[in-house]
């Protein structure tokens, strides 16, 4: 056996989800990319995203463009279905296959090149047609497959390693996002896991096309002095606008918070798994549902050089594609063939009104 191969024992102490599977369960092959990837740290966060919600994998479809980005859907749920697109046209397929199956679980994985340059218009109309998927941007600010060259996202004045200056305006996905219409948007950090985790849950959870952009550093080419995709660059300037946290639907739990939030600044409720939430104030003049503020709340952090993450937007009042199209409530998939043709003389009958 190759010594890449992960061991196929199971720890007897491994916690169990609602499932009865080990997280070991919804990982996948080994992986091949540089030794501190930030991508490494979202394929972690994925996985314990789907174990959390017991999420079945046969349900789950993983999908890719092209990138170092790209290769992490080998990485995590191997009980998967999966697709590798060519590069910048992963939204299209998944367009597809959710147009014949809308019952699975959609994710796919894409990078700041693979999404923001050949892909930029593939984005979009997934946003605009709120495409019910989960679409994670490992955002590193290059082409780690061609050796570092500046992508659609790096900031101006950000160094390359050989000390070139980047002098065109980035794209950022959040406000391109926003300005179209995108009904779930949220940033987070590879490097901060507790906040990753629940904003990966309330995107799976998004009735919707939910939009995560993840700054995640490449060790190789981006992580540097002078790199404002770097690790100590980021963590130096993140902030987090809301404080993060997932509950599933379950029974209604009741608790008076607002007094103790007023003496102490926070207030401690226990879930229905006997987990501890610890509720906090967000600032006083942000509004998640406004999608108006969130906009103007990334240009005011960008222009103090912050990285503001955290769950920025959510309207879950928008009906997704299959919503907006009224399809069936069967996947096309399973529908038999002679429920899917009308027949020979129904065709004619319709093309007739064409005559």
């Known amino acids: ?10 720890h007897p102490s491994l ?26 740290s979202i394929t972690a966060a994925i996985v314990r ?23 992490t859907p080998t990485y995590f749920v191997s009980g998967a279905h999966g697709f590798n697109s060519a590069h910048g046209r992963m939204p299209a397929i998944a367009t597809g296959a959710s147009a014949g199956n809308h019952t ?10 693979d999404s923001l340059s050949i892909g930029l218009g593939q984005l979009c109309h997934a946003i605009r047609r709120n495409l019910r998927m989960l679409y994670v941007i490992e955002n590193n600010g290059v082409y780690g497959l061609t050796k570092g060259q500046f992508s659609a996202s ?18 950022d996905p959040l406000l391109l996002g926003l300005s179209i219409g995108a009904t779930f948007v949220a940033r987070s950090f590879s490097g901060d896991k507790e906040q990753l985790v629940p904003i990966l849950k ?25 790199s404002t995709k770097s690790y100590l660059h980021t963590r130096k300037h993140y902030v987090r606008a809301t404080e993060t946290d997932f509950v599933p639907p379950a029974s209604e739990i009741l608790a008076q918070i607002g007094v103790q939030m007023e003496q102490e600044g926070g207030t401690n ?15 006083p003049d ?39 199209n009224r399809t069936t409530s069967s996947p096309l998939s399973l529908i038999p063939y002679d429920a899917l043709s009308p027949g020979a003389a129904e065709l004619a009958r319709l093309q007739e009104e064409f005559r």
């Open 15 to 40: 916690h169990r989800n609602e499932l009865g599977l080990t997280i070991r369960d919804y990982e996948g092959s080994m992986s091949t990319l540089c030794a501190g990837c930030g991508h490494d």
């Open 202 to 226: 309330a995107g799976l959870a998004h009735r919707g096309f939910a939009l995560v952009d993840v700054i995640s550093p490449c060790v190789t080419f981006n992580d540097h002095s002078g």
């Open 1 to 10: 056996m190759p010594s890449i191969a992960k061991p196929v024992a199971i």
């Open 154 to 171: 790096a900031d101006i004045g950000s160094k390359s390693k050989k000390g070139e200056s980047n002098r065109v305006s980035p794209i």
């Open 269 to 283: 409720v226990t879930m229905h798994d006997g987990s501890i939430v610890r509720f906090t104030k967000v600032p």
């Open 286 to 324: 942000y509004e998640v549902g406004n999608r108006q503020k969130a906009f103007a709340y990334l240009q005011e952090r960008q222009s103090k050089g912050e990285v503001a993450t955290g769950l920025l937007f959510v309207d879950e009042s928008v009906p997704n594609m299959h919503e907006l």
């Open 49 to 71: 995203a789907f174990w959390e919600l017991s999420t079945p994998p046969h349900m789950i479809a993983k999908l890719s463009g092209i990138g170092c980005s790209s290769k």
């Open 104 to 113: 699975l679980t959609y994710i796919g994985v894409s990078g700041d090149g």
